[in-house]
RNA sequence: GGGCGCGUAGCUCAGCCGGUUAGAGCGCUACAUUGACAUUGUAGAGGUCAGAGGUUCGAGUCCUCUCGCGCCCACCA
């Protein structure tokens, strides 16, 4: 950059003999963000450019605020990184959209948490001064993971951040809500939903986590009207028979055929109850003979609708027995309740039998309380039109997962689609915009608008959406295609009538070296900003790209990271060699063998990495560079050149060098670029090796001539 | 009950459309070295490519089955 002094050997001072990551990353990133270079606006500002004109926009997954990084932002963060650097250089007009969510349940729970520790609950605060605390909370912590994002280099547009709770995006939301409501798709019903009594809201299927239990199954005799017969009928909760409308086998089984339509008096309640036909009985199962309780389950909702059956709410939204359970039972705890019951049905002789059960519990990802199963009144949104045609878009390609076999779990979950329950009853989050409602929306409401929604909808106007959308890659893990991604789909051919992207980037799952979950509970997670502070922000992406093979789950191993730091020492004394020797040389014009060799390689290679990042096969792009440099460029012609000083070799070398720098900047940006800031160049309109533009094909360098040339 | 992924060196993984002595990183062994780099170089040890059968002139590589591991979905009460 500046006049840089030379010791006797020619050498940069500049260049120090250990590469440190620490002395030069958070100096770049400085340099980066200050120059704007993330900002389309000044990133696109050559004239001889084959792709001016044309963007390529990624928005981030949002973020949850109460979120730190963690390994699979990490991953997902470099990949997004990686496609966007690399296309800024290709001359797109580039924009990565960064942001985040709201997180509904998420940050409720976590500021909740915190009164606890000072003694307090919500409800001491009201809704009002508690929506502040959670406000000012965001304030404090809700940007710490953008923080990390910039540590680990992201090259978002920082000026363009967006939150799901900001104004702007609360009309959005809005505005989204009130169509579907004009359009007569979203309606209020009795459903029994997963209902979560600590969190004291609903949550939808997607929202539960399941627990493998020992359980017990127990087996009740209700005796048959007016016979001395009983049918036996098998649960796991037998609390609920309180609150049984009936009892349902399936109409092919031969053991009760005879009894459909024939009335039982149920026990400790003596309420008569019909017996009732339903195909979705299993006859293996149990005695195949289930009580049905319309408020408390699912299946026996639907069993009770098509029955014209009562229904008996018999547990409250705290979990505690009501009224109607009968006054033996009301305010027990359900726990309390199964208690008593068992030892009344004991006293009756109704109780044939108990079996061991392991079976799965369904439970609140958010607080991991066992959710209770209840009827209530709860805000839908009609499905069928909307999953129509997101489903035809990936059908037909205009939309693809990449790698393709994920689209089954979208079909799977979009061929099954039930309408889906938008209200919740927490606090935080946006409000139901119609009158007297004061439930709010689920948080994926908001984040199903994301792609379109940052970019400035509904105002029509808004440039940067006629500008920037759709989008071409979104990012993301897998266990949100039907969470997120899918809704995003529907959202967007609703309000945009176009899709939101085209690539569904699905990155693998980061596992413990021995495939467990990496989890913070557990302790078996790895914080990369620790990686980061130990090996660097580069070698942190080496590695995690590095592992990145075949679209499979990663085992993760720090040796990768270990490796990338490697690397980086590698390339930086490559570079030392390469800027140092410059005396002594012979005159030489023509190429030797082993000159020929390492361009044509050095090309080959180029090609071949450009079309792995063209398929997203990040990991093999990397080995390839990394196969190259070390072994070919280092290893054998270095070796070679030190043997046959001469101005071939030189400039050879020095090509070289450039050549492997842009190819290897979008992965390893730190070094890449003070590496080049530290080469001498003739024009400094190319001091910056991220504001370079490249042809499409790195290997036909737009502006060859005129820097690799000294 | 459906669906998906994986089983190749001690560990983590490459090996594309099947083709000569199966590769890398880390680890291990021996040697080298004050002029890019010990965060290095050279050489080496280490694998019946989960198992069985099949297709083929030829199979980690394609097909079938078996065993083992992991994950996801579904209203088995």
Not at 21 to 33: L, V
Not at 215 to 233: A, C, E, M, N, R
Not at 301 to 325: C, D, Y
Not at 658 to 675: A, Q, S, Y
Request: net charge positive.
């Amino acid at each position: 950059m500046k006049n840089e002094s030379k010791n006797s050997k020619g050498m940069d001072e500049k260049l120090l003999k250990p590469y440190e990551p620490k002395e030069t990353e958070d100096k770049i990133y400085e340099i980066w963000e200050k120059g704007g270079f993330f900002r389309p606006e000044i990133n696109q500002s050559r004239t001889n450019n084959p792709n001016k004109g044309k963007t390529f926009t990624v928005v981030i997954p949002p973020p949850n605020v109460t979120g730190s990084l963690h390994m699979g932002h990490a991953l997902n963060a470099t990949i997004q990184d990686i496609l966007v650097r690399q296309k800024r250089m290709q001359g797109y007009k580039t924009l990565w959209l960064p942001g985040t969510d709201h997180a509904g349940i998420a940050t409720q729970n976590v500021v909740e948490k915190k009164l606890k520790k000072e003694g307090l609950s919500r409800h001491d605060l009201g809704k009002e001064k508690f929506i502040e605390r959670v406000w000012e909370w965001k304030k404090e912590y809700g940007n710490i993971i953008l923080g990390q994002l910039k540590k680990l280099g992201a090259s978002c547009d920082w000026s363009r951040t967006k939150f799901t709770m900001d104004e702007d995006y609360a009309k959005a939301v809005k505005a989204a809500f009130l169509h579907y409501y004009k359009k007569g798709w979203i309606y209020q019903g009795d459903r029994v939903v997963n209902w979560c009594v600590r969190c004291q809201t609903s949550l939808s299927d997607l929202e539960l986590e399941y627990e493998e239990e020992k359980g017990k199954l127990w087996h009740i005799k209700y005796p048959i009207k007016d016979s001395k017969k009983f049918i036996t009928v098998a649960t796991t909760r037998p609390e609920t028979m309180l609150g049984d409308s009936a009892v349902a086998v399936n109409p092919k089984d031969e053991r009760y055929k005879k009894l459909i339509g024939k009335t039982v008096i149920l026990p400790i309640a003596n309420r008569e109850i019909p017996i009732v036909a339903d195909r979705a009985i299993e006859m293996e199962f149990g005695t195949g003979a289930v009580k049905t309780t319309p408020a408390h389950d699912m299946l026996d909702f639907e069993i009770g609708q098509k029955n014209n059956l009562p229904v008996h709410k018999i547990i409250n939204q705290f979990g505690k027995m009501t009224t109607e359970a009968g006054s033996e039972y009301e305010g027990l705890s359900a726990k309390d309740a199964r208690g008593k019951i068992i030892i009344e049905l004991e006293k009756l002789s109704l109780l044939e039998k108990t079996e061991n059960y392991d079976h799965r519990v369904s439970k609140c990802y958010r607080c991991g309380k066992v959710i209770e199963p209840q009827i209530s009144k709860q805000w839908f949104l009609k499905m069928d039109e909307l999953a129509k045609k997101a489903k035809e878009a990936v059908k037909k390609g205009e939309v693809s997962f990449c790698p393709k076999r994920w689209e089954k779990v979208y079909f799977n979950w979009m061929d099954n689609i039930k309408d889906w329950c938008v209200s919740r009853q927490i606090w935080w989050g946006h409000k139901i915009p119609l009158e007297g409602v004061d439930d709010v929306l689920d948080t994926w409401f908001s984040s199903a608008l994301w792609p379109f929604a940052t970019l400035g909808w509904p105002e029509e106007e808004s440039s940067d959406l006629k500008e920037f959308y759709p989008t071409q890659v979104i990012s993301t893990a897998r266990d949100i295609i039907n969470l997120w991604v899918a809704r995003m789909i529907f959202s967007s051919y609703e309000f945009m009538k176009q899709k939101p992207f085209t690539d569904i980037i699905i990155h693998p799952t980061i596992l413990t070296k021995d495939g467990k979950r990496m989890s913070k509970s557990l302790g078996t997670g790895i914080d990369p900003m620790n990686l980061i502070e130990k090996y660097g922000a580069d070698a942190t992406r080496f590695g995690l790209i590095y592992q990145m093979m075949g679209g499979q789950d990663i085992h993760f191993s720090e040796d990768a990271i270990m490796a990338g730091k490697k690397f980086a020492n590698k390339l930086w004394n490559i570079a030392r060699f390469v800027s140092g020797q410059s005396e002594g040389l012979k005159p030489e014009t023509k190429k030797s063998k082993q000159d020929e060799e390492i361009i044509k390689k050095l090309d080959d290679i180029i090609n071949s990495v450009n079309k792995d990042m063209e398929e997203y096969k990040f990991g093999q792009a990397l080995h390839t560079i990394y196969d190259f440099v070390w072994h070919d460029f280092a290893d054998e012609y270095i070796e070679y050149a030190k043997k046959n000083q001469t101005d071939k070799t030189k400039e050879i070398l020095c090509e070289s060098l450039k050549k492997i720098l842009t190819i290897l900047h979008p992965f390893m940006p730190f070094i890449t670029e003070e590496i080049w800031s530290v080469l001498p160049k003739k024009n400094n309109k190319f001091q910056h090796l991220s504001r370079l533009k490249l042809k499409p094909k790195m290997s036909e360098l737009l502006i060859t001539k005129e820097w690799l040339k000294q």
